[in-house]
């Protein structure tokens, strides 16, 4: 009976040890835990706030624009439409200045958020930061985009009559695709499945 008692102690003993350690009985046991993960807590606080500020704009494209965010390009295959708020400057992680959003019929949907800057930041913004560029050109009031290496080579108007709005050296650009899933990543500057979303 005693050694009966003392082998089920022994086993019971093991068991236990072996789910502290993450071990199976019998087999050698770990001494360490294995090393924690980088901590995830930065940037997972800015996207969680990044994403509470901009939560009312999701599906309210009439919001936007009510808060100050005018089309500066139509559709741009890949990524979608971009509505520029032009009072909004440097980095604010909860007011960006660009809204990339993804068309169906009648619906728009909040796909990215986006930030630009004249030259690549010298500390990213947010951990694991990619960037990419988008080409000097000009602008115009109905979002028709024209390439022009300098104002000079802006039209007064586009060819659909709309007016010029503004002109922009080559751009550094950071979008987070914070609110359509990317495949090819968070940080990436084009989105493979806003081919399928956007159709009119």
């Not at 003993?13 to 980088?38: C, E, F, H, V, Y």
Request: glycine share 8%.
């Amino acid at each position: 009976m005693l050694r009966r008692t003392l082998i089920t102690a022994l086993v019971v003993t093991g068991i236990a040890a072996a789910m502290l350690t993450g071990s199976a009985p019998g087999s050698r046991a770990r001494i360490q835990m294995d090393p924690l993960p980088p901590n995830p807590a930065p940037i997972t606080t800015s996207l969680a706030l990044a994403r509470l500020a901009t939560a009312k704009y999701v599906n309210n494209l009439s919001l936007a624009k009510k808060n100050g965010y005018t089309i500066i390009t139509k559709m741009i295959p890949t990524m979608g439409y971009h509505y520029m708020n032009p009072k909004i400057t440097g980095f604010d992680v909860q007011n960006p200045p660009i809204l990339v959003y993804e068309h169906h019929g009648s619906t728009w949907q909040l796909g990215a958020l986006e930030w630009v800057w004249t030259a690549k930041p010298a500390t990213p913004p947010l951990p694991g930061a990619k960037y990419g560029a988008f080409g000097a050109g000009c602008h115009y009031t109905d979002g028709t985009f024209i390439p022009a290496s300098t104002q000079a080579g802006c039209p007064a108007a586009a060819q659909s009559g709309a007016k010029f709005s503004f002109w922009h050296p080559l751009l550094i650009t950071m979008h987070v695709w914070l609110w359509y899933p990317n495949p090819s990543g968070l940080f990436a500057s084009t989105n493979p499945l806003v081919s399928f979303f956007d159709q009119s």
